[in-house]
Structures are given as structure tokens and as C-alpha cells.
């Protein structure tokens, strides 16, 4: 079984400042991992995803995050966030080895940007 | 445009009522979701379906059931067996076989008093 643990519930940050959002996992098998972004009263949406490859992803609109699997981490970073990402970003993983396409999810970091 | 809608955006409904929550998809996806979603607990899966005609209890099913008679419809009915209705649920699709990315409706937020 997997699990997923957002270390932070709230980052609050200033405009224009660096931003981490933490993300550990823990899996006794091989996982895929995706950061989804949601915005108040609407859907997921899909913010990037690590499959294979190059362990450090990107997204179109300036996040970043890096797959470490020593430390089965896979933090969120973007180096100056803007009023607009102000957002919840959840953190999930999926089984490798399972046809299902089930994802398990974290609790979610409420990102608070601030002017 | 390809997405999944959900209907209706809010719903109330009294204690004691079932009630269904739609969710259509014109993605041609193979495979649906429903989560649940609380404040400070992520999302929680209730059941999914990989095929028509077939679908799985997820981690938190107790209180809920599902159809899935059409490929794109996967409509979710919370009973009055169901102790804590009251919640944001998500609908989400993929397209089966080993693809990873799910895509997600709007949600419908549900209230029960």
C-alpha cells in the first residue's frame, strides 16, 4: 500500500518570493507521482508528473519539482510565485504495477500568496 | 470541448433521502472515479470503474453505489446509510491501459441537513 504525507497545510509567502511545497511518500513498490493544483470550488487540474526519466519535471507556468527516491520526496518548488497561484496543491502517487490508475492522494498545502 | 461535467454544482438535500450526483465524460475515457473530498484530508477514493458494466469499492464505499451502464456516464448515489454526507465529491476520468493522468470535473458540493 502507498501513502502520501504534504508536510505543510499552509505556506503563506509573499508575493514574488521562493515557494517549496513538501511531498514524502512512502510504497513498497515502484510509483508514479503528480502535484494537481485546485482553485477554489472547482476541479483538479493537472500541474506535472513524473513517470520515467529525468527526475527533475516542469510545468508551463514556473513550478518545478524533483523525484528523489532515496528520500522518496518529490518536493514543489517555484522560485517567485505570483498572486495567481494562490491555490490548494495536492500531491498523489500511483502503483507502477497496477493497470487501475487509482491515485493516493495527500492532504493537501493551501499556498497563500500575499502582496 | 472534451471534459467531464458534473451536475449540479451545489445540492441540498434533507437527512434521511438518497440522492445521485451526475457525472459525463466525452473524453472516450475507459476509466471513471469518484472521490470524496474533506478539509484536511485530501481526496478520498469511494469507487471506480474500468470498464462498463463493472466497477470496484475504493477505500471509503460504505453509504454509496454506482452504475456504469454507458461508457460515459458514471453517476454516484449517496444513500442515507452514508454518515457524513455532506462533502465535495469529484468525478474523474483516464483512458484505461496504463495511463496515468486522471482529469477532473468540476465537483458538486453536497449538503445535508
Known amino acids: 500500500a502507498q501513502s502520501v504525507t504534504q508536510l505543510d497545510s499552509q505556506v503563506p509567502v509573499f508575493e514574488e518570493a521562493p515557494v517549496e511545497l513538501r511531498c514524502n511518500y512512502s510504497?513498497?513498490?515502484?510509483?508514479?507521482l503528480f502535484w494537481y493544483v485546485q482553485y477554489p470550488n472547482q476541479g483538479l487540474q493537472l500541474l506535472l508528473k513524473?513517470?520515467?526519466?529525468?527526475?527533475l519535471v516542469e510545468s508551463i507556468n514556473g513550478f518545478e519539482a524533483e523525484f528523489n527516491k532515496s528520500q522518496t520526496s518529490f518536493h514543489l518548488r517555484k522560485p517567485s510565485v505570483h498572486i495567481s497561484d494562490t491555490a490548494e496543491y495536492f500531491c498523489?502517487?500511483?502503483?507502477?504495477?497496477?493497470?487501475?490508475?487509482?491515485?493516493?492522494f495527500g492532504q493537501g498545502t493551501t499556498l497563500q500568496v500575499k502582496p | 470541448d472534451g471534459g467531464i461535467t458534473q451536475s449540479p454544482k451545489y445540492l441540498f438535500r434533507k437527512e434521511g433521502q438518497n440522492v445521485t450526483l451526475s457525472c459525463e465524460q466525452n473524453?472516450?475515457?475507459?476509466?471513471m472515479y469518484w472521490y470524496r473530498q474533506d478539509p484536511g484530508q485530501g481526496l478520498r477514493l469511494i469507487y471506480y470503474?474500468?470498464?462498463?458494466?463493472?466497477?470496484q469499492k475504493g477505500d471509503i464505499a460504505e453509504g454509496y453505489s454506482v452504475s456504469r451502464e454507458k461508457k460515459e456516464s458514471f453517476p454516484l448515489t449517496v444513500t442515507s446509510a452514508q454518515k457524513n454526507p455532506t462533502a465535495f465529491y469529484l468525478c474523474?476520468?483516464?483512458?484505461?491501459?496504463?495511463?496515468?493522468?486522471?482529469?477532473f470535473g468540476p465537483g458538486t458540493r453536497l449538503t445535508v441537513t
Open positions: 498523489a502517487v500511483s502503483d507502477r504495477s497496477s493497470n487501475t490508475g487509482k491515485l493516493i
Open positions: 470503474s474500468q470498464i462498463v458494466n463493472d466497477f
Open positions: 510504497s513498497s513498490v515502484s510509483v508514479y
Open positions: 473524453l472516450n475515457h475507459d476509466a
Open positions: 513524473y513517470l520515467s526519466g529525468s527526475t
Open positions: 474523474a476520468s483516464n483512458s484505461g491501459g496504463g495511463s496515468y493522468e486522471q482529469y
